[in-house]
């Protein structure tokens, strides 16, 4: 299938890859809530890479980008990351405020890429940043929120992360996202099973008293979210402009907060669900806002 012209509707097939990845990752965050709770937080991460790298590991091949880069980077998206994420998982009892926290590396890239590359911050921009840091701030404050406070900011610091590593692989174009992620997976597998098993207690018993249940999280973690949905979203940025594609996985925390009040018993306050829903506006005005400015450059490049 040949890439659509720009600005071409979004084809059947495009739309079910949509679909796809948001209940993908909408279920992986209730199962990475799950995860958490029957095993330590960094030993969950360090499984979820361990088994990622086996589907991933052929595609580590050189050349290399420059290493210093390319550690900091595979640490900013890798352990540090994906540790702060179940970590806060770990923490939160109000999951849906969490994982809208989760989204502020929509915006946290762009002023990032602001900051740091000198990119064209226009002013719908500086709305949607200050309306979804509003909107994490407004949320904090429900009474049913207020006891997650660490966990949420944990949220925020793993969307930071996650920020500065996107920013950094910008200025390495020539690496391949599978390429990215087995080297990711190659140092966060050891890093955090090492970290968990000096820091962490009682792993072993937890191991053997987790049910099946957990061991089809992690599968599902590491294959169907690592490798098969982020694959799936590398194959549609390929086709399409990435500020056209990324609004619609604003839907992914509207899928993991239907399940979590249906399955999970989770009770969403009025203010938590005003907070959230102005987060995702913020983000995204970000991203409809990158979209803008690519058409714009576009079309100011002319034809080749």
């Known amino acids: 299938m040949g890439k659509p012209a720009a600005g071409s509707p979004l084809l059947p097939l495009e739309w079910a890859a949509i679909v796809g990845i948001v209940l993908v990752w909408g279920i992986n965050n209730i199962a990475a809530k799950y995860l958490t709770h029957y095993i330590p937080p960094i030993f969950a991460g360090g499984l979820r890479f361990s088994v990622a790298l086996v589907f991933l590991i052929g595609f580590i091949k050189p050349p290399f980008p420059d290493p210093k880069r390319l550690l900091l980077i595979l640490v900013l998206i890798g352990p540090l990351n994906a540790g702060l994420i179940y970590l806060g998982f770990s923490m939160v009892h109000s999951l849906s405020a969490y994982i809208v926290s989760l989204q502020l590396w929509v915006p946290f890239t762009a002023l990032f890429a602001w900051l740091i590359l000198g990119e064209v911050m226009v002013g719908i921009q500086l709305l949607g940043l200050v309306i979804a840091f509003g909107g994490i701030a407004w949320m904090t404050l429900s009474p049913g929120a207020q006891g997650d406070i660490p966990g949420i900011l944990i949220g925020v610091a793993a969307s930071i992360a996650w920020a500065l590593g996107t920013i950094l692989v910008r200025q390495v174009p020539s690496i391949k996202a599978f390429k990215l992620q087995g080297l990711t997976a190659a140092l966060s597998a050891p890093l955090m099973l090492g970290v968990a098993f000096a ?46 594609i990324m609004p619609y996985f604003l839907m992914t925390p509207l899928v993991s907060a239907a399940i979590s009040v249906a399955f999970m018993g989770e009770i969403i306050t009025w203010q938590v669900a005003m907070g959230g829903a102005a987060t995702l506006a913020g983000v995204a005005l970000v991203a409809l806002a990158e979209r803008r400015l690519a058409k714009a450059e576009a079309r100011n490049q002319g034809p080749t």
């Open 199 to 244: 820091t962490e207690k009682n792993i072993g018993p937890a191991v053997v008293a987790a049910p099946l249940m957990v061991w089809v999280c992690v599968f599902w973690a590491a294959v169907l979210s690592t490798v098969g949905a982020t694959a799936i979203m590398f194959w549609l940025v390929q086709r399409r402009e990435p500020g056209r």
